[in-house]
């Protein structure tokens, strides 16, 4: 009965170990190529871990999270979406920043150069942005819009993306002549030699900062942790670079 029981705790404490190595992280879809390079990075570093990454808008990552998703690590697209998640009881960390993202025009087909003034043009007749009330790229686009007394002009010929992703995604396509985007996106291997960007300058449309939280019940699981660390980490600073990020100071 004794060996039994040992028997039963060690296959039992093997599954927790084994388990504790499977990192769930929920990120905002603006990290996807990033994020995915840094996970290549962390695996091949800790063969014994598995990252595995939902992408989605911050606004819905924060619902699925707020409701029981088990998830060990939020990697948001702002700094109130996982301030919701803490304010709310499902943090186990401080809300911390790790990244500045950058806003940018970004077309298959036109020349972007003149910046925000190609929303005017006649030969644009969508537009591409991802839903404001869940997807901090999309609110950063409408607030510039508004402060440039040009939202109303062009507001019907918007189209929305669930996500930052998705509106790149109409863009990349064509199926919107322009596109404001992630920087990152519009720096992504499979999207960079296919088109033309603008980055906004930081006076009228200053770096997005993103944050990250660590969701409750992560304590069980010290490779959550050590994951976002590696990903702040200076070995991880070239690739957020070039993927147009700014770094914190450090």
């Not at 088990?70 to 943090?91: I, N, T």
């Amino acid at each position: 009965m004794k060996r039994l029981l040992f028997t039963v705790i060690l296959l039992l404490s093997v599954f927790i170990y084994t388990n504790a190595q499977n990192v769930k992280v929920a990120a905002a879809a603006n990290l996807r190529y990033v994020l995915e390079d840094i996970k290549k990075l962390y695996e091949k570093e800790n063969p014994k871990s598995k990252i595995d990454i939902t992408f989605g808008s911050s606004g819905t990552l924060t619902q699925q999270i707020v409701n029981g998703a088990a998830f060990d690590l939020f990697m948001a697209a702002d700094v109130d979406f996982p301030k919701k998640v803490k304010e709310s009881g499902f943090a186990n960390s401080e809300v911390k920043t790790y990244i500045y993202g950058k806003l940018a025009l970004w077309s298959l087909t036109l020349d972007v150069s003149k910046g925000l003034n190609t929303v005017l043009q006649s030969s644009v007749k969508k537009i591409a942005i991802a839903n404001p009330k869940g997807a901090p790229y999309g609110e950063s686009a409408v607030n510039l819009l508004k402060s440039k007394k040009l939202y109303d002009k062009i507001s019907s010929r918007i189209v929305w993306g669930d996500n930052i992703g998705q509106a790149a995604q109409f863009a990349f396509s064509g199926n919107a002549e322009l596109g404001f985007v992630a920087l990152s996106l519009a720096m992504a291997p499979e999207m960079r030699n296919k088109g033309k960007y603008y980055v906004f300058n930081e006076k009228d449309c200053p770096p997005i900062e993103q944050a990250y939280v660590l969701i409750k019940g992560s304590e069980k699981n010290p490779e959550a942790s050590k994951f976002i660390n590696y990903a702040m980490s200076r070995k991880c600073d070239k690739l957020w670079s070039s993927y147009g990020y700014g770094l914190l100071k450090k």
